[in-house]
């Protein structure tokens, strides 16, 4: 069978309807003589409810491409809409805007140490105002998550992998329309990390939630849609789970993620 192009959006996709459209994107570090690009006319469409992985070689570019997908930084060239909205141009009080649609998942947790699992969870309701059931909904999200023996525990209290789910629930107890998560499961055992993609699953299915998703963990590759492969700041492929299997050698893929 024939695999779809899924660089280009379908005939009758207005931008408009996608979770993220990216025109042309380059991006730089540094200024003057230290001036380093290290993002090259990235275009790629990301429609509602896609589970996407994006894969590549240490230092091409992954965690700075989800960084401006999630108005983390501001950039002035190309075109990057983010669920309906132009980000390239905007201010600070701008992006930020923009962020509260998103749900991140990155590495260093940043969790606040004197408050409890469930309170730290809690505060990103309270970011969206809705103050009412706060507590139901994070302690619902970390029980979902595995943790529900843990909500009044502070993270000093906490091994690395609950630490990380406790930062997960955070991020989806608002149920984002898009969620970026770099390494999501890197420092969780098998059965947790199986929980948080799973977790991502219904939200894509049951709300249309759009997962970008950086990672190099074999056990949850099943779990994508699309993989795509950033190589030296540049889109070097672009495909869709069976494509992908089909397209590499069966000896150098981990032959658990097909038995999960
Ligand atoms: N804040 C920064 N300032 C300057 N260069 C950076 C910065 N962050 C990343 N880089 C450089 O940009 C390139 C891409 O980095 P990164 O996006 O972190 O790659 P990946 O996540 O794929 O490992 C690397 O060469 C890295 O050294
Ligand atoms: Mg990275």
């Known amino acids: 069978m024939a695999s779809p192009n899924l660089t280009s959006p379908a005939p009758n996709a207005l931008p408009a309807d996608l979770a993220v459209c990216i025109r042309n994107l380059d991006y730089h ?34 965690t700075t491409l989800l960084t401006l997908i999630g108005a983390l930084r501001s950039l002035q060239s190309g075109s990057l809409r983010v669920l309906g909205k132009e980000v390239v141009g905007l201010g600070k009080h701008q992006l930020v805007e923009v962020r509260r649609n998103i749900g991140f998942i990155f590495q260093a947790h940043n969790l606040f140490a004197s408050l409890t699992a469930c309170q730290n969870v809690e505060m990103a309701v309270e970011l969206v105002g809705r103050f009412g059931n706060k507590r139901a909904q994070a302690v619902d999200m970390l029980t979902r998550l595995g943790l529900a023996d843990r909500v009044d525990y502070k993270p000093e209290a906490l091994s690395g992998g609950q630490k990380q789910r406790v930062a997960i629930a955070r991020a989806l107890v608002n149920q984002p329309k898009l969620i970026l998560a770099d390494e999501p499961t890197a420092a969780l055992d098998k059965k947790s990390g199986r929980d948080v993609v799973t977790l991502m699953q219904i939200l894509a299915r049951e709300q249309g939630c759009t997962v970008l998703m950086v990672t190099h963990d074999n056990r949850i590759l099943d779990v994508a849609d699309r993989i795509i492969n950033l190589v030296d700041g540049a889109l070097a492929s672009d495909e869709n789970l069976d494509t992908f299997v089909a397209s590499h050698d069966p000896k150098t893929l981990d032959r658990r993620m097909f038995i999960l």
């Open 29 to 62: 570090f540094g200024r003057g003589d230290l001036k380093k690009q290290v993002l090259f006319d990235i275009s790629i469409d990301l429609p509602p409810g896609q589970i996407v992985i994006m894969t590549g070689p240490s230092g091409s570019g992954k």
